[in-house]
C-alpha cells in the first residue's frame, strides 16, 4: 500500500479556547478533508503533492484569518489513477475516519468512482482535476462539485479562437480513452460551429510514447491545424515529434490540454504560439502573483490551475462551514452554493445545481523564448472568456437536477 | 499509387519510422538477451536503466556542459558501472535459485530507481535538444526524414551487429559462451568465470543505457519512459527466442516494422500486435522464432 496518510493537528491554540457549544454542530469535533489523487503517475506534477500544499494552504490562511472555533484534519493519499483504489480508500475514509469531503481526483475514472462512493454516504466530493463533462452531465449529483475546468470550455476556448483566426481545417490525434473522446467530441463541435472542417482523426494508445506514425498521418491530411486531444506525457511527445519532423510551422499544433508544467518542461522552443485554454495563470495580476510566490517558495514550481483551484476550493468549503455553524453535508452544500466565490482564483465564481463551479476561463498564446523575460514568463493572456461563456449553458445540460 | 487505399507515400513512410523504433526495440531486447543468455537472470531494470541513460546524458548537458557526443559513451559506462555495482552485491547472490527470484529482485530495483527519479525530477519530463550536427532533416520525396532519426538506426544497428560479431566471432564471446555451458571446467582452464559474468551484467545495462542516450532526443526524458517500453521489449524477446542474440535483433527490427504497419491500418490495436504475434509464436514454437529448443 503506497498510502501515506498524515493527520495533522493544525489550531491547537483555537481548540484551547473552544467551548463545547461552538463544536456542538462539527461532528467529532474536527472537519476533516481528504485529499485524494495522484502522487506517483502522470498527473502527479499538475496535482499531486501540489494539491496537497494548495490545501494545507488554504487551511493555514483560512485559521489565521477566520479564527475558527473547529478544529480541521487532513489525511491523504495516492489513488494511482485506478477507480477501484480510489472508491476503496474513499469509503474507507469516510466509514472508519469520518471523512467530511473528498477532493481533487484527478483523471475521469477515478471522479466518477468517488463521486458515487461519495453521494451513496452522503458526503461532499469536490472535483478539481478531472476534465470530463459527464461529472456534471450524465452523472450529476446534488453534493459533487466541478470546480476548475472541464473539457467544455477547452475546447469551446482554445478550438474557438483557432478556428476563428483562420485554422478552419482540422485533423485530431486522440489519446484513445474516455477523456480524449469527450475532447475530440466537444472540440469537433465547436470547430464545426465556427465555420470549420474536420477532415480526420487518428486515435493512439493510451499511453503512448512514439508519435511519429500518427503525426505523418496528421500530415498527410494536409489540415491547417492538428488538435491534440491527449494529455500530458503524450501531448509534450507529440509537441516534441512534431518540431523534429518538420510538421510545425507549416501545419500549427493545438493543445486542447495543456497545463503550465507542461509548457515548462518542454520548453518555449517547440510550443511557442500554441493556444490554449486555461483557469488560472500566475501572473495574471498582482493577486495571483502573490499567492503563486507563496506556492513556488515551497513546491520549486509554480501552481497549475487545478492546484490554484484546489486552494480555492478548499477555502470556499471551510468558509461554508464555518457559515453554516456544522459539517452537516447538505447544510454545506446549500452555503457553498449561496456564497459567491471571490479571491484570487475566481471573481463571482457560482456553483451553479449541476454542480459546475462558472468562473472566467482565459485563453492564452505561449510566448516566443524572446518575450520571455524571467522564469515561468510563458504566456500571454488573449481573452478573458466570461463566466457565462465559458461552460456549458445549463440550457444544454444532460444532468437530471436540471428543470428544463 | 497506392496499396490497400493507402497512399505508397505515406507507407513507405510508416515503414520507415517502423525501422527507426525496431532499432530501439533491436538494442534494448539484445541487453535483455544476454543477460539472459549468460546469466540466466530476468532482467526487470533494463527499462529503468535505459531511462537512467537518458537521465544521466540530460544531466551531464545541463549541469556539466557535457555534450551529446560524450554523453554517448560516457552515460553508458556510468550506469553500466551502476550494473556492476548491482551484480557483485546482489544479483550474485541469486544464481543458484529458480528465475523467480532474479526477477523478483530486478522489478523491485526498477521501482526504486523510478521512484527515487520521479522524487527527484517529477513526471513532466525533460526536455534534451538534438544535436546541432544531426539536427534538421532531408527531404526523401514520400517523407521528411529528420536527420536525427536516420542517426538512431545507423548507431542501434552498428552496436548490434558488433555485439554479436564479439559474442559469436571473437575469443572473450568464446569464453562467455563457454563459461555459460559448464563454468567449472572454464574455470579449470584458468578462466575467471565471475568478472566475465560481472562484465556481461555491465554491458547489457551499458547496451540500455546507451539506448537511453539515443532515446534522450526524441522522447520527453521522463523517469517512467522506460517503464511503457519494457513490456513491450520482453514480448520481443519472447518472441524471438530468450536468449538468442541475433534472434532479438531481428526480432527487434521486425516487430518495429510490424507495429508501424498496424499503426497505418488499425491505429488501435497497434499496442496490442506485438503480444498478438507473442501469443501466436508462443502456441506454434514454444522456445521462440530464433530459439533452441
Known amino acids: ?98 471523512v467530511d469531503t473528498v477532493t481533487e481526483l484527478v483523471t475521469t475514472s477515478t471522479a466518477l468512482a468517488v463521486m458515487k462512493v ?37 475546447a469551446n476556448g482554445t478550438a474557438k479562437a483557432v478556428t476563428q483566426q483562420g485554422g478552419k481545417n482540422w485533423f485530431f490525434l486522440t489519446a484513445d480513452y474516455a477523456f480524449g473522446h469527450s475532447l475530440e467530441k466537444d472540440s469537433s463541435a465547436v470547430v464545426t460551429a465556427n465555420g470549420g472542417k474536420v477532415l480526420g482523426s487518428v486515435r493512439h494508445p493510451f499511453p503512448g510514447s512514439d508519435f511519429s506514425s500518427f503525426l505523418l498521418k496528421a500530415q498527410a491530411s494536409g489540415a491547417q491545424v492538428i488538435g491534440l486531444a491527449n494529455a500530458g506525457a503524450d501531448t509534450t511527445n507529440a509537441i516534441k515529434q ?33 493556444f490554449l485554454t486555461t483557469g488560472f495563470y500566475w501572473d495574471r495580476n498582482e493577486e495571483t502573483r ?35 455553524g456544522s459539517d452537516d453535508t447538505s447544510k454545506v452544500m446549500a452555503m457553498m452554493k449561496k456564497t459567491p466565490i471571490n479571491d484570487f482564483f475566481a471573481k463571482n465564481g457560482q456553483i451553479r445545481d449541476d454542480g459546475r463551479m462558472v468562473h472566467d476561463m482565459y485563453l492564452v498564446q505561449v510566448k516566443k523564448p524572446a518575450d520571455s523575460k524571467y522564469p515561468w514568463d510563458y504566456y500571454t493572456i488573449k481573452a478573458t472568456i466570461p463566466a457565462a461563456e465559458a461552460f456549458q449553458p445549463l440550457a444544454l445540460s444532460r444532468c437530471p437536477l436540471i428543470k428544463k | 499509387m497506392e496499396i490497400f487505399g493507402i497512399p505508397t507515400a505515406l507507407l513507405g513512410s510508416q515503414l520507415l519510422v517502423g525501422l527507426i ?46 555534450n551529446y557526443w560524450v554523453a554517448l559513451i560516457a552515460a553508458p559506462l556510468i550506469v ?20 523467480l527470484y532474479g526477477l523478483l ?19 513532466s519530463g525533460e526536455s534534451y535538444d538534438v544535436p546541432e550536427l544531426l539536427s534538421g532533416g532531408i527531404n526523401l520525396g514520400f517523407m521528411f526524414l529528420p536527420i536525427y532519426r536516420a542517426w538512431i538506426i545507423v548507431a542501434s544497428l552498428t552496436v548490434c551487429f558488433g555485439t554479436w560479431y564479439m559474442i559469436e566471432r571473437t575469443k ?106 507473442m501469443v501466436i509464436v508462443l502456441l506454434v514454437r514454444p522456445a521462440g522464432l530464433f530459439g533452441k529448443t
Open chain 1, 1 to 98: 500500500m503506497k498510502t501515506k496518510q498524515l493527520a495533522i493537528t493544525t489550531c491547537a491554540a483555537a481548540l484551547a479556547t473552544l467551548s463545547a457549544g461552538a463544536s456542538a454542530q462539527i461532528s467529532g469535533g474536527s472537519v476533516k478533508i481528504g485529499v485524494l489523487t495522484d502522487l506517483s503517475g502522470t498527473y502527479s506534477d499538475l496535482a499531486g503533492s501540489g494539491a496537497i500544499l494548495a490545501t494545507r494552504m488554504a487551511i493555514d490562511d483560512f485559521i489565521a484569518k477566520e479564527k475558527p472555533t473547529f478544529k480541521i484534519e487532513v489525511v491523504t493519499a495516492d489513488h494511482q489513477n485506478k477507480a477501484d483504489i480510489a472508491s476503496n480508500k474513499a469509503r474507507e475514509w469516510i466509514e472508519r475516519e469520518n
Open chain 1, 118 to 154: 461519495a453521494k451513496e454516504k452522503d458526503r461532499i466530493a469536490i472535483m478539481n482535476g478531472p476534465a470530463s463533462t459527464p461529472i456534471t452531465n450524465e452523472q450529476c449529483n446534488d453534493i459533487t462539485v466541478h470546480y476548475t475546468y472541464d473539457t467544455y470550455a477547452l
Open chain 1, 242 to 274: 512534431a518540431a523534429e519532423f518538420g510538421i510545425t510551422p507549416t501545419q500549427s499544433l493545438a493543445g486542447l490540454l495543456m497545463f503550465i508544467t507542461d509548457v515548462h518542461s518542454l520548453g518555449l522552443k517547440p510550443t511557442q504560439g500554441m
Open chain 1, 290 to 324: 502573490a499567492w503563486s510566490k507563496r506556492f513556488f517558495d515551497k513546491q520549486k514550481k509554480m501552481p497549475t490551475m487545478v492546484q490554484a483551484g484546489q486552494y480555492s476550493s478548499i477555502y470556499h468549503y471551510l468558509k461554508a462551514v464555518k457559515a453554516a
Open chain 2, 21 to 66: 523504433n525496431g532499432s530501439f526495440y533491436a538494442i534494448l531486447s539484445l541487453g535483455l538477451a544476454i543477460i539472459f543468455g549468460l546469466l540466466n537472470i530476468i532482467n526487470f531494470c533494463h527499462g529503468a536503466q535505459y531511462m537512467m541513460g537518458a537521465f544521466v546524458a540530460w544531466i551531464a548537458l545541463t549541469r556539466f556542459g557535457i
Open chain 2, 80 to 99: 553500466g558501472a551502476v550494473g556492476v555495482v548491482i551484480e557483485r552485491l546482489m544479483l550474485r547472490r541469486l544464481y543458484k535459485l529458480d528465475h
Open chain 2, 105 to 123: 529482485l530486478t522489478f523491485g530495483l526498477a521501482l526504486i530507481i523510478e521512484g527515487v527519479f520521479r522524487d527527484q525530477y517529477g513526471i
Open chain 2, 172 to 277: 572473450l564471446g568464446a569464453y562467455l559462451r563457454a563459461g555459460t555451458e559448464n563454468s567449472q571446467m572454464v574455470q579449470a582452464l584458468g578462466i575467471n568465470v565471475p568478472l566475465l559474468i560481472t562484465f556481461t551484467y555491465g554491458y547489457g545495462v551499458a547496451l540500455a543505457a546507451f539506448a537511453g542516450v539515443l532515446a534522450a532526443p526524441v522522447f520527453q526524458v521522463n523517469p517512467l519512459m522506460g517503464s511503457n517500453l519494457i513490456i513491450v521489449v520482453f514480448a520481443v524477446v519472447v518472441i524471438g527466442g530468450m536468449g538468442s542474440i541475433m534472434g532479438s535483433i531481428l526480432t527487434g527490427l521486425g516487430l518495429g516494422l510490424i507495429e508501424g504497419l498496424t499503426k497505418v491500418f488499425y491505429p488501435e490495436a497497434s499496442s496490442v500486435i506485438v503480444f498478438v504475434i
